[in-house]
C-alpha cells in the first residue's frame, strides 16, 4: 500500500504508522493552539478598547489609570468586561510599545506626586499616556 492525500488516519493506525494515542496529542495540541489563539485575540481587543478608551472626550480630564478603581485613578475594569490578567497583558504590551506609561502616585508632603514605578508599592501604581514628545523620543532612541 503507498499513502496518498486520500489516506485515512484510520489506515495509518492499522499500518502502525501512528497509534491512536498519537491522534490524542495532535487533537489536544490543536485545542491548545486554537486556546492560544483565542487569549492573542482577547488580549488585542482589549488593547484597542484600553486605547478607545484614554482616548474618548468623556475621561478627557483623567489623567491616571488603574487596573481597578483607586483613588485619584479610574480603572479599567469599571469599563472593560474582562479578566484582571488580561488587562494587565494588555498594559504591559501598551506600555512596551510607549503608549502608556507605568508611574507611581503617591501623596508626598500632602501633594499629590508622580514618582518613577520604582519609588512606589503596586498598589500606588498608575498608567498615563506617553506623552507624545516622550514616545518620539523613545523611538529615537530604540532607532538610534
Known sequence: MTISNQTTFQELIKLGIFSEADIEKFNKKLAREADRAAKKALVSGTMSAIKAL???????????????????????????????????????????????????????????????????????????VTPVEEADAAVDEEGS
Open 54 to 128: 484614554v482616548a474618548s472626550e468623556a475621561h478627557e480630564g483623567n489623567r491616571y489609570w488603574s487596573v481597578k478603581p483607586a483613588a485619584h485613578s479610574l480603572g479599567f475594569m469599571s469599563y472593560i468586561e474582562t479578566d484582571r490578567g488580561t488587562i494587565l497583558k494588555a498594559l504591559t504590551k501598551l506600555t512596551e510599545e510607549g503608549y502608556l506609561t507605568k508611574v507611581g502616585l503617591k501623596k508626598v508632603d500632602g501633594k499629590l506626586t508622580e514618582l518613577d514605578k520604582t519609588q512606589v508599592n503596586a498598589f500606588q501604581l498608575r498608567y498615563i
